[in-house]
């Protein structure tokens, strides 16, 4: 199966500041490949699908990138409401596979 | 609008044997995929399986081969999700969320159905 590696586990960043976090597939997932969002107590929310697009009603300040292997989201702008975990998810290959999340915390 | 509504929280002894459901509505239920996650307490996310509602054909991850069985049932848009032979270490979250494609991301998500295997 596809191995997704998120790093880091854990991001400190001011409101305002910009977040960039990584995730890379074992093997070549094409761009398969899709961000979720998920806050306590709640279930996961689609943010990017196709490594790079916007799911429906998703800010502009979420942005995807990437394929084959490496892959990015950035947050432009931090909201207190961004402060999350977030993982990636290849659907290329059986069985799905999720990276173990990277947790974004208030600095 | 899209809703997938899931089943309430279970409590099982070891051994036996849980069904969650997962009711759509908002959407034709016979046009998307439905995939089964979980999540432990304080871990990350296991994709379980998924069913394709139309075929009932579905595709499971090997680790969950024998134990898992998805099934529909189209008259009601309810997909349900029973995992066999509990184990301690099945207490998680299950979630059903929908895929409009066989290649394609989970855009509506469930509730999440809280599990709890203790003897």
């Known amino acids: 199966e596809i191995v997704m590696t998120q790093s880091p586990a854990t991001l400190s960043v001011s409101p305002g500041e910009v977040a960039t976090f990584s995730c890379r597939a074992s093997?070549?997932?094409?761009?398969?490949l899709a961000w979720y969002q998920q806050k306590p107590g709640q279930a996961p929310r689609l943010l990017i699908f196709?490594?790079?697009t916007r799911a429906t009603g998703i800010p502009a300040r979420f942005s995807g990138s990437g394929s084959g292997t490496e892959f990015t989201l950035t947050i432009s702008s931090l909201q207190s409401e961004d402060f999350a975990v977030y993982y990636c998810?290849?659907?290329?290959?059986?069985?799905?596979?999720f990276g173990q999340g990277t947790k974004v915390e208030i600095k | 609008q899209v809703q997938l509504v899931q089943s309430g929280a279970e409590v099982k002894k070891p051994g036996a044997s849980v069904k969650v459901s997962c009711k759509a509505s908002?959407?034709?239920?016979?046009?998307?995929?439905m995939h089964w996650v979980r999540q432990a307490p304080g871990q990350g996310l296991e994709w379980m399986g998924r069913?394709?509602?139309?075929?009932?054909?579905?595709n499971y991850a090997q680790k969950f081969q024998g134990r898992v069985t998805m099934t529909r049932d189209t008259s009601i848009s309810t997909a349900y999700m029973e995992l066999s032979r509990l184990r301690s270490d099945d207490t998680a979250v299950y979630y059903c969320?929908?895929?409009?494609?066989?290649?394609?991301?989970?855009?509506?998500w469930g509730q999440g159905t809280l599990v709890t295997v203790s003897s």
């Open positions: 908002g959407y034709t239920f016979t046009g998307y995929y």
């Open positions: 069913i394709n509602p139309n075929s009932g054909g579905t």
């Open positions: 998810q290849q659907y290329n290959n059986w069985p799905r596979t």
């Open positions: 093997q070549t997932v094409s761009s398969n």
């Open positions: 969320a929908r895929a409009p494609q066989v290649v394609a991301a989970t855009d509506y």
């Open positions: 196709g490594a790079s």
